[in-house]
């Protein structure tokens, strides 16, 4: 494994510290923006405001790399994204903070393309399924050490603002300092919408709305955690435990899927997700060990459906598209994204705090009653021609980079492709 990791060690450290940076900043500004006093609605804007960017940035990326080349391009936006954090710390308005979140999550993007290309280009045939687990533990372990980050610091002060910088700065060492090729263009990912939901209905609708709910989650739960009276360092556990408990459940459940149709799980899974929030919502618990119990039901259920409904999607799609599927549904559920912070924190400011969860249940209740009505309209694919389940990194962290690193992407041919670029 070693000989396996070593020619991409570089490039691990660097997403570590792109991914501690951007978990520690994700919880950090809801925290402050509440200590600052920002409306409910304008901290529901920070979460579109990234999404937009993020889905910006991975539109255009490829147009900047080709343009200055993935050494600059990198370089340039892990330090516009540092700057990002350190002007949040300096501007504490809320339209200032939209538009600063939007500028990170168009840098961030850019970023995670340049790392994870050049990731696929470093991985041969051989190793690209440990390169990839490993790079699925660093993206978990790199988000849950940022927002754990955030308990050791005051979010009144402007000391996890600068932290959060000194990490942007930490990702671009190991990649200036490597030795390794540039890789290919960045792949660029048209979405054909008709063509998408012709393939696989459950998966379109379902990504979407799992955009919804993760996206009003990941941006609104730390300011729900206030409201009910929560601490900073259990907040933060609340959501770091949130995000490894999906992790943890995506293999098991990922298995069961290659067993039967994969629709079925979905089902269960959105409505135990479901049930979970409206507990939450009935029960409204404010104890520490209860509010992490159910969000970590909450994750361990949610988080694994985008990966189910990306492995639909592609039993139904030819080996060839497997790129164009990933990357066209990764853009839909980044759409999404943008969608639930808006809608919960509307909820949230007209019902109560608990009403982020009033959100996230509609929508899991849709989408299992949507996938369990498409059961009656179209045969399972035959588990002899099934595609295994192969888990998948956070969602908030993926490109359509992601799905050229993916082992299943072995056969697909890179779009673009031009010759690599030395790295002097």
């Not at 540039?182 to 609708?205: C, E, G, W």
């Not at 556990?237 to 290659?258: F, H, K, N, Y």
Request: net charge neutral; with cysteine.
């Amino acid at each position: 494994m070693a000989r396996q990791i070593f020619p991409v060690l570089a490039l691990l450290l660097s997403t570590a510290f792109l991914l501690a940076a951007n978990g520690m900043l994700g919880l950090l500004l809801p925290l402050r923006g509440t200590a600052e006093g920002f409306t409910t609605t304008e901290l529901g804007l920070l979460g579109t405001g990234w999404a937009t960017g993020f889905i910006l940035g991975c539109l255009f990326a490829p147009v900047v790399v080709r343009r200055v080349g993935h050494i600059r391009a990198f370089a340039s936006a892990a330090a516009c994204a540092a700057i990002m954090i350190l002007m949040a710390g300096i501007f504490v308005v809320p339209i200032a903070w939209i538009l600063i979140r939007l500028g990170s999550g168009f840098f961030t993007a850019g970023a995670f393309m340049i790392i994870e290309s050049w990731l696929n280009e470093r991985a041969s045939n051989e190793s690209r399924g440990t390169v990839f687990a490993i790079y699925m533990m660093v993206t978990y372990f790199g988000i849950t050490a940022g927002q754990l980050g955030v308990a050791a610091g005051d979010p009144r002060t402007a000391t996890l603002f600068m932290v959060g910088a000194i990490l942007f700065a930490c990702a671009i060492l190991p990649t200036a300092l490597s030795t390794a090729a540039s890789p290919r263009p960045l792949t660029r990912v048209s979405i054909d919408l008709r063509k998408l939901f012709a393939n696989s209905p459950v998966a379109f609708v379902t990504v979407i709305v799992v955009g919804i709910v993760n996206g009003a989650f990941g941006t609104l739960a730390a300011v729900w955690g206030v409201k009910i009276g929560l601490t900073t360092p259990v907040i933060a556990l609340m959501t770091s435990i949130t995000v490894v408990s999906g992790a943890i459940t995506q293999v098991p459940i990922g298995r069961v899927s290659d067993k039967t149709d994969r629709r079925y799980v979905i089902v269960a899974l959105a409505l135990a997700a479901g049930l979970s929030g409206l507990a939450i919502v009935l029960f409204r618990p404010a104890d520490p060990v209860t509010v992490i119990t159910l969000t970590a039901l909450y994750g361990a259920a949610t988080y694994p459906i985008y990966g189910l409904a990306v492995a639909h999607a592609n039993d139904y799609a030819d080996a060839s598209d497997f790129v164009a599927v990933s990357g066209g549904l990764l853009l839909l559920y980044g759409a999404g994204t943008m969608i639930g912070p808006l809608a919960a924190s509307a909820a949230m400011a007209g019902i109560g705090p608990e009403a982020l969860f009033l959100v996230t249940a509609t929508s899991h209740a849709l989408v299992a009653i949507y996938a369990f009505y498409r059961t009656f309209k179209r045969p399972p694919i035959p588990e002899s021609v099934r595609e295994s389940f192969t888990n998948v990194p956070a969602a908030r962290a993926m490109t359509p980079e992601t799905a050229m690193l993916d082992p299943r992407a072995e056969e697909t041919t890179v779009l673009d492709a031009e010759p690599t670029e030395a790295v002097k």
